[in-house]
């Protein structure tokens, strides 16, 4: 019996712990991010290594933006093209959401947790992606500094 009120209190402890994401936590969404692993909703992850492609965000103070795929290059640009989706930042219900538009669907995710070097969005899927804050990569080693 006190094992189970232990886990009882536990579980409460845990869900009361959970981030609430705030309007003026959303400009830590800007920049570019790295995804880290999936968490697929059976408990499974799958760890990224390296990524070919990052997610660049732009939200302004209307909650409203894009997001773009982006190819991080050797000397510490990014390869950009003018393809994007909109996106929007909405809250319902004490969570925040990002909802997606492009021309050929509409889709949403949950924000999980948000940091400046943290980003956890939970998709209609069940499948929680975890991204870290992704820095420009310059191994040339020429002392020149990347934007």
């Known amino acids: 019996m006190k094992n189970l009120v232990k886990?009882?209190?536990?579980?409460?402890?845990?869900?009361?712990?959970?981030q609430q994401i705030q309007t003026a936590d959303i400009p830590k969404i800007n920049g570019y991010w790295e995804i880290e692993k999936v968490v697929f909703d059976q408990?499974?992850?799958?760890?990224?290594?390296?990524?070919?492609?990052?997610?660049?965000?732009?939200?302004?103070?209307?909650?409203q933006g894009i997001r773009k795929k982006v190819a991080p290059q050797?000397?510490?640009?990014?390869?950009?093209d003018d393809t994007y989706e909109k996106v929007?930042?909405?809250?319902?219900?004490?969570?925040?959401?990002?909802d997606y538009a492009t021309p050929?669907?509409?889709y949403t995710?949950?924000?999980?947790?948000?940091t400046a070097d943290e980003l956890v969005v939970l998709n209609a899927q069940k499948k929680e992606?975890?991204?870290?804050?992704a820095t420009a990569?310059?191994?040339?080693?020429?002392g020149k500094k990347t934007k």
């Open 129 to 133: 992606y975890h991204y870290k804050k």
């Open 7 to 18: 886990v009882v209190l536990f579980s409460f402890l845990f869900v009361s712990c959970k």
């Open 137 to 142: 990569i310059n191994i040339l080693g020429d």
């Open 43 to 63: 408990g499974e992850d799958k760890e990224y290594g390296a990524n070919q492609n990052y997610d660049y965000f732009q939200i302004d103070t209307n909650n």
């Open 88 to 98: 929007r930042v909405r809250f319902q219900d004490d969570k925040a959401y990002l």
């Open 74 to 80: 050797l000397d510490g640009t990014f390869l950009v």
């Open 109 to 114: 995710e949950e924000i999980v947790a948000l």
């Open 104 to 106: 050929y669907m509409k």
